[in-house]
């Protein structure tokens, strides 16, 4: 079993950052990819990035590339995102979500994730 809890967000004008937190509980962390989705009032939950369990395979969505990375620190047990470069467009409720199928790859598919947090809304103001 692993619980999330997210942390970080708020509210930033265009233009600048947040660094988001997910600390997990449980000792499976390091067998765990990690990801990020992010979810839009009246729009489907969407993947953000996703981090291999050893931390050494990342991957972004197409809207977030070259703006956001993701990262892991398996000594204590918590995943990342640094959002630079914000935009309105990026407000939603970020979730981190854990796949405990221990394998050392990124997992890209919502349905393939185990556990999610309970969410952290970002606000991003013109």
């Known amino acids: 079993q692993v619980q999330l809890v997210e942390s970080g967000g708020g509210l930033v004008q265009a233009g600048g950052s947040l660094r988001l937190s997910c600390a997990a509980s449980?000792?499976?962390?390091?067998?765990?990819?990690m990801g990020w989705f992010r979810q839009a009032p009246g729009k489907v939950r969407e993947f953000v990035a996703g981090?291999?369990?050893?931390?050494?395979?990342?991957s972004y969505g197409d809207s977030v590339k070259g703006r956001f990375t993701i990262s892991r620190d398996n000594a204590k047990n918590t995943v990342y995102l640094q959002m630079n470069s914000l935009k309105p467009e990026d407000t939603a409720v970020y979730y981190c979500a854990a796949d405990n199928r221990y394998y050392d790859y990124v997992t890209l598919r919502e349905y393939e994730y185990d556990y999610w947090g309970q969410g952290t809304q970002v606000t991003v103001s013109s």
């Open positions: 981090v291999s369990m050893s931390g050494g395979k990342t």
């Open positions: 449980g000792r499976t962390f390091s067998s765990c990819a």
